[in-house]
């Protein structure tokens, strides 16, 4: 190719990062233009792999393959599973959209503007690719204005916050925060978005140029918005170029929207320098097009390698990140962590500057009272003083901590108002009674009347029936020992 080039395949060249093995085969099986070559790579990748002892990321390749080439792979021994994995993904993701659909409908109504974003986006442009297009949670882009009233219309309609914090909590954080994760039911799952891009990517001007660029669509039957081709584009490997390939079909919907035309490439090259996307880019970008022969414009490929190539220490960290994990050796799989670690440093910024929500830290407690008879409760009310002004609120508790290592988490809330979260530590695994301490400024309008103190799981789960999960992320029950108010020293 013209003005490119050679890209090799050792550290820390591109190609060293490019998809090997498995799969790199289900990829050119789903990619390739040939059909013929295609499907071979596809029979041989089902002949010497089970269906059943594969990831959810080769499932999901294995469903675009199951929709490329139907019929066609009857002869083969896999293709009664491969049909079944690919009625099963296919029933989860309309399931997921089904859940989604009530939620998006009421934000359009609230006056949201809504946009999908990566697999949801495509399948907004065309239905029928939810057959080969896995999606099984629905990512959302509103723009920060309207991520109240999002918020909002998710937790009216019981969608549950994947955190464990409380609703109180996280409304008073929204500005702080790029996205969230919702789940509802069995299969719910939406992922509510303010910023299109991580804390590592920012560019404050091209927040707002992706949503003069995007179109409009239409997704089981509400109007929303999709990316432009370009944005679609550099989201997907913003997304997922980074990730070590834990999901690959990303590489999939670069190829389709490269394909179907139409791409502003001038746009593109932007995005990926305002983003600092280049090396990430050119690990794409060069697979597909110089190992799959998908038709990267040879400038557009040629500026991309070059931005990359003048990245400098940063290079080295993109293509660790973006070498697939199958593929680690032990040195490269600790040089990856580390330098995931530094971009997720830089990816935790703050989008408003607010104050630290400080956790009360709880301390063991002195004197332990005689144990009560009644059963623990997981919310207590606290009646508070009728003054308006600053107090210190001394709280103590008895919790029964299972014999695991854990975090210990508590709120106090006022109505719909967010007044404190409190944690401590169980690094023992001896388990048992704990006494533990709490102290923390209280602040009060004179209309108060009372709190409420009431024990948070450390994450969610859509089901708690497994004892060990419950033992290390569940909320803990509680008695409240004391709670007693001061005037500030």
Not at 218 to 237: C, H, M, Y
Not at 361 to 369: F, N
Not at 468 to 481: I, M, Q, R
Request: glycine share 6%; hydrophobic share 45%.
């Amino acid at each position: 190719m013209a003005g490119i080039r050679r890209i090799g395949r050792r550290f820390p060249d591109y190609g060293w990062s490019w998809p090997t093995g498995g799969l790199d085969q289900l990829l050119k099986a789903v990619l390739l233009s040939d059909e013929d070559a295609a499907r071979a790579k596809a029979a041989g990748w089902l002949d010497e792999n089970d269906i059943d002892h594969v990831s959810f990321r080769e499932h999901r390749l294995l469903a675009a393959i199951c929709d490329r080439f139907g019929r066609k792979l009857a002869g083969h021994a896999a293709y009664p599973r491969l049909v079944g994995l690919q009625k099963m993904l296919w029933t989860k993701s309309r399931m997921a959209m089904r859940e989604a659909e009530p939620a998006l409908q009421a934000m359009t109504e609230a006056g949201c503007l809504v946009m999908l974003i990566k697999g949801a986006s495509r399948i907004a442009l065309n239905a029928s690719a939810q057959r080969g297009r896995v999606a099984h949670d629905i990512d959302i882009l509103v723009r920060p204005r309207d991520m109240p009233a999002a918020f909002d219309v998710l937790r009216e309609r019981d969608w549950q916050i994947a955190t464990g914090v409380s609703p109180q909590y996280l409304r008073t954080r929204l500005a702080s925060l790029r996205s969230m994760n919702f789940f509802k039911g069995n299969y719910g799952d939406i992922d509510l978005h303010q910023l299109a891009y991580d804390g590592s990517q920012q560019s404050d001007e091209d927040d707002e140029a992706i949503w003069r660029r995007a179109a409009a669509a239409e997704f089981s039957g509400v109007g929303v918005l999709v990316p432009s081709p370009a944005d679609r584009i550099a989201l997907a490997i913003a997304h997922g170029g980074l990730d070590a390939h834990t999901h690959s079909d990303w590489l999939v919907d670069c190829a389709v929207a490269i394909r179907a035309g139409d791409i502003d490439w001038d746009v593109f090259l932007d995005v990926v320098a305002r983003r600092g996307l280049a090396v990430a880019a050119a690990v794409a970008l060069s697979y597909l097009a110089l190992d799959i022969g998908v038709a990267v414009p040879d400038k557009v490929l040629a500026r991309v390698v070059d931005m990359a190539d003048r990245s400098s220490l940063s290079r080295w960290s993109a293509v660790l990140q973006a070498k697939p994990r199958t593929d680690f050796g032990r040195l490269a799989w600790l040089s990856r962590g580390f330098a995931k670690q530094l971009r997720l440093r830089r990816k935790s910024g703050r989008l408003r500057q607010e104050p630290p929500a400080r956790a009360w830290r709880g301390r063991p407690a002195r004197r332990a009272p005689p144990e009560e008879p009644s059963p623990p409760v997981f919310s207590q009310t606290i009646a508070c003083p009728r003054i308006a002004g600053e107090m210190m609120l001394d709280i103590t508790v008895r919790i029964s901590v299972p014999p695991v290592r854990r975090r210990i988490e508590m709120e106090i809330n006022r109505d719909n108002d967010h007044v404190a979260r409190l944690r401590a530590m169980a690094i023992s695994r001896s388990g048992g009674q704990r006494l533990l301490r709490f102290r923390g400024k209280v602040t009060f309008d004179g209309q108060q009347h009372a709190l409420t103190l009431e024990a948070r799981p450390s994450r969610q789960f859509r089901q708690w029936d497994d004892q060990a999960t419950v033992a290390t992320y569940g909320a803990l029950p509680f008695h409240l020992v004391s709670a007693t108010f001061s005037p500030l020293r």
